[in-house]
């Protein structure tokens, strides 16, 4: 892999590391989001400096620990003070409160407070300001996520000349959506500040590019094979996909550790060995949790003879409590595991188990192992994550992946999974039921396709093609293993139809 000649400087809303109040002293904690352990991998190959938000407290007292924080790692911290208001106008706000329901097709979600606007500006020209007197020409800068996306716009005006690269970890969407948004010439100015613009999946960029065409007809596009160049007010911008991923070793070996192992093996025995179903998520509207609950009942009222056999284990991370809309899903989805639980547990079996908090490392991974179905109803997902370190941890190879079709790991997925359509609550109980009955070689012969794919099209590899993106001169790269991930050609299994036909179904 070519080095860069330079620092990595790395540019997200949060640090890995936060900040807090505790008895009156601020103290180090590991910051929530799993960014970090993502780009672990490229720290080893490069040293350089990691900018973002630290949590709240003075910048003066941040200093001190953070240099504590950077001891025994190739990277140090910089952190950019953001005051209270500026959080919650900024971050639960703009990014939020707009951004992230438009971004996720949910339109009606968006509170377009004008008030969040601006404070979104002022706290990217913070970043951008921060960043600037941070670098020097050979530097990169690799910019994070929605928060950041007027940034590549205002390191150019600070007189800022490092080439800096940007990836969005959500999904980008059509333009009859993002033309909803009222500063949507300034979003897409803003990105097209970078010099290099990644996107999970070739929906996202091929929605990008549409969106530019329609707001903004200065700009001009070339397409090449795997890649677009967009030239904009004297810049040139590559837009190109880089499907996001896991750390696919770490995950399958610590799976397949004696303590995983035993773990998986007395959950197992704890389910009276029944067929498990497995879903894990952050508590958000975008992952299609209540749909998945809905589609287990409809599951339990057609395969009566499913009752006792089968379980379904819901595990949800917290998420965002202090957003209203939040708060609001939480309730949902208590009301409906209590209401099905209700309507049919019976002596020795309880079909939801429902667990609410975090897990740990080995915790999830002694359920991934344990699972015979991952279940995936993201309504809209970036990548999803969960999906691939189900596969990762199935290290017996029995398990089945049921994923949305509107999660963008469906694209890398899509031959060895089930793909549903998450708003077919029918057709995902049918999904459900034909993994519980799915013969044990078909079983084995998908998953050992999906582990190969999620194997190949590691993070690490994820995290070189954008690098290799981003340093060739010009603009112009090869295809890289990353890019090429969302388009795998050949395969034993078709897609499967999300609906069943009537007559496949049991009234
Ligand atoms: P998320 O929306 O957070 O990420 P996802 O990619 O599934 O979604 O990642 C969730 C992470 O949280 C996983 O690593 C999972 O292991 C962990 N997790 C979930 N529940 C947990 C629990 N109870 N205990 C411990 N850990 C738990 C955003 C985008 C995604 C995109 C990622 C990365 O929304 O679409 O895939 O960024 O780009």
């Known amino acids: 892999m070519k080095l860069l000649e330079g620092r990595l400087i790395n540019v997200s809303n949060r640090l890995p590391v936060e900040i807090k109040n505790r008895g009156g002293k601020p103290r180090l904690t590991a910051s929530a989001g799993g960014l970090a352990s993502a780009l672990d991998s490229i720290w080893r190959h490069h040293h350089g400096l990691w900018i973002g938000w630290a949590g709240p407290v003075e910048a003066e007292a941040a200093i001190p620990l953070l240099q504590k924080a950077a001891r025994g790692r190739p990277y140090g911290f910089r952190a950019v003070p953001l005051s209270s208001q500026e959080i919650s106008k900024f971050y639960a706000g703009f990014a939020n409160e707009i951004i992230w329901p438009l971004f996720h097709d949910m339109p009606s979600r968006c509170n377009f407070d004008p008030e969040y606007w601006e404070v979104y500006q002022r706290v990217n020209r913070k970043f951008a300001q921060a960043t600037a007197d941070s670098v020097n020409g050979k530097d990169f800068i690799?910019?994070?996520?929605?928060?950041?996306?007027?940034?590549?716009?205002?390191?150019?005006?600070?007189?800022?000349?490092?080439?800096?690269?940007?990836?969005?970890?959500?999904?980008?969407?059509?333009?009859?959506?993002?033309?909803?948004?009222?500063?949507?010439?300034?979003?897409?100015?803003?990105?097209?500040?970078?010099?290099?613009?990644?996107?999970?999946?070739?929906?996202?960029?091929?929605?990008?590019?549409?969106?530019?065409?329609?707001?903004?007809?200065?700009?001009?596009?070339?397409?090449?094979?795997?890649?677009?160049?967009?030239?904009?007010?004297?810049?040139?911008?590559?837009?190109a996909t880089f499907p996001i991923s896991i750390a696919f070793d770490e995950f399958a070996g610590h799976a397949a550790s004696h303590d995983v192992e035993a773990?998986?093996?007395?959950?197992?025995?704890?389910?009276?060995?029944?067929?498990?179903?497995?879903?894990?998520?952050?508590?958000?509207?975008?992952?299609?949790?209540?749909?998945?609950?809905?589609?287990?009942?409809?599951?339990?009222?057609?395969?009566?003879?499913?009752?006792?056999?089968?379980?379904?284990?819901?595990?949800?991370?917290?998420?965002?409590?202090?957003?209203?809309?939040?708060?609001?899903?939480?309730?949902?989805?208590?009301?409906?595991?209590?209401?099905?639980?209700?309507?049919?547990?019976?002596?020795?079996?309880?079909?939801?188990?429902?667990?609410?908090?975090?897990?740990?490392?080995?915790?999830?991974?002694?359920?991934?192992?344990?699972?015979?179905?991952?279940?995936?109803?993201?309504?809209?997902d970036g990548m999803n994550l969960v999906a691939k370190e189900f596969c990762a941890a199935q290290i017996d190879e029995?398990?089945?992946?049921?994923?949305?079709?509107?999660?963008?790991?469906?694209?890398?997925?899509?031959?060895?999974?089930?793909?549903?359509?998450?708003?077919?609550?029918?057709?995902?109980?049918?999904?459900?039921?034909r993994a519980c009955v799915m013969p044990v070689e078909e079983k084995r012969a998908r998953m050992k396709l999906l582990r190969d794919v999620v194997r190949t099209y590691n993070v690490q590899g994820w995290a070189e093609s954008f690098l290799e993106a981003a340093l060739s001169p010009d603009g112009h790269f090869r295809r890289s293993s990353g890019a090429a991930a969302a388009s795998i050609e050949g395969s034993d299994f078709p897609l499967v139809a999300s609906s069943a036909t009537e007559d496949q179904r049991i009234a």
């Open 398 to 433: 029995q398990g089945v992946v049921i994923i949305s079709e509107f999660a963008g790991a469906a694209a890398e997925l899509r031959h060895g999974a089930l793909v549903v359509n998450p708003n077919d609550l029918a057709g995902v109980a049918e999904a459900i039921h």
């Open 142 to 239: 690799w910019a994070h996520d929605y928060h950041l996306m007027l940034m590549g716009h205002y390191l150019r005006e600070t007189g800022c000349t490092t080439r800096a690269g940007f990836f969005l970890h959500i999904p980008f969407p059509a333009p009859d959506m993002f033309e909803k948004l009222p500063w949507r010439k300034n979003i897409l100015r803003g990105l097209l500040g970078y010099h290099l613009l990644g996107f999970q999946t070739d929906r996202d960029r091929f929605n990008f590019l549409s969106c530019v065409e329609r707001i903004l007809p200065a700009a001009s596009s070339e397409r090449e094979q795997s890649h677009n160049i967009v030239a904009y007010e004297n810049h040139r911008t590559t837009v």
């Open 263 to 380: 773990a998986a093996n007395q959950l197992r025995r704890e389910l009276s060995n029944n067929f498990m179903v497995l879903g894990v998520d952050r508590m958000d509207y975008t992952k299609g949790i209540p749909e998945r609950l809905k589609a287990f009942r409809i599951l339990l009222h057609r395969y009566p003879e499913l009752r006792h056999r089968v379980t379904f284990v819901l595990v949800v991370v917290p998420s965002r409590e202090d957003i209203k809309e939040y708060k609001a899903l939480r309730r949902e989805v208590e009301l409906l595991v209590s209401q099905i639980n209700g309507e049919f547990t019976d002596a020795g079996w309880v079909p939801i188990h429902y667990i609410h908090r975090n897990l740990s490392r080995k915790q999830l991974l002694s359920y991934y192992r344990a699972a015979d179905i991952g279940l995936i109803t993201s309504l809209k």
